[in-house]
């Protein structure tokens, strides 16, 4: 069926950053308001990050293959392999062809938009909370940036094959295209 990753992030090194990013939207609309109040607003600012923490919670969902009927993965897998005849084959690579099962992907994404709507709170109470849905290469930025804190930039991304001028590492040979795929 399904499966969920939880991760949690609490961060007391990163407070005034995190309300630098907050504040943002009201440091640009006083500079178009053309008031000098910026000094309040840091000041604001430095007071709260004495009692506040980043903090953050990843959630993962996964969905297994079981989740659609035998004779439908059947089906997408014969489809898949008619089209992977034509392709090069992969040594030391993911072709993401071979994993493009279309049913697996609407019981997946019917089931993750429920989950957002549960986490975003589907009533009329207002209580919920934020939601962001990452794309690969946000996903990819935010585990390294856990993982290797103060040195990870900001503005770092993974390369991913949807890249614009993916640049091929190593000798090209025709036979091979794994220096394309993941």
């Known amino acids: 069926g399904h499966k969920l990753s939880v991760v949690f992030e ?3 090194t990163k407070n005034q950053e995190e309300l630098n990013n907050v504040y943002k ?28 923490s980043r903090e953050r919670a990843y959630i993962v ?8 009927a035998k004779d439908e993965l059947k089906n997408e897998q ?16 993911q ?18 938009w429920r989950l957002i709507g549960m986490l975003q709170g589907d009533d009329e109470s207002g209580m919920g909370l934020l939601v962001d849905v990452l794309d690969v290469k946000h996903a990819g930025a935010m585990m390294r940036q856990m993982l290797f804190r103060n040195s ?4 770092w991304y993974p390369r991913t094959p949807f890249d614009q001028n993916l640049r091929i590492y190593g000798a090209p040979r025709k036979d091979n295209i794994d220096s394309v795929l993941p």
């Open 10 to 12: 609490r961060d007391f």
């Open 25 to 52: 939207p009201q440091v640009a609309a006083i500079e178009r308001l053309q008031i000098d109040i910026k000094d309040l607003i840091a000041d604001d600012a430095k007071k709260i990050a004495a009692h506040y």
């Open 61 to 68: 969902l996964y969905t297994s293959k079981g989740m659609i």
């Open 78 to 93: 014969a489809k898949a392999a008619g089209v992977l005849k034509d392709i090069p084959q992969t040594r030391f690579s």
């Open 95 to 112: 072709n993401p062809i071979e994993f493009q099962l279309e049913g697996l992907k609407i019981t997946h994404d019917a089931m993750l």
């Open 152 to 155: 990870t930039s900001e503005n």
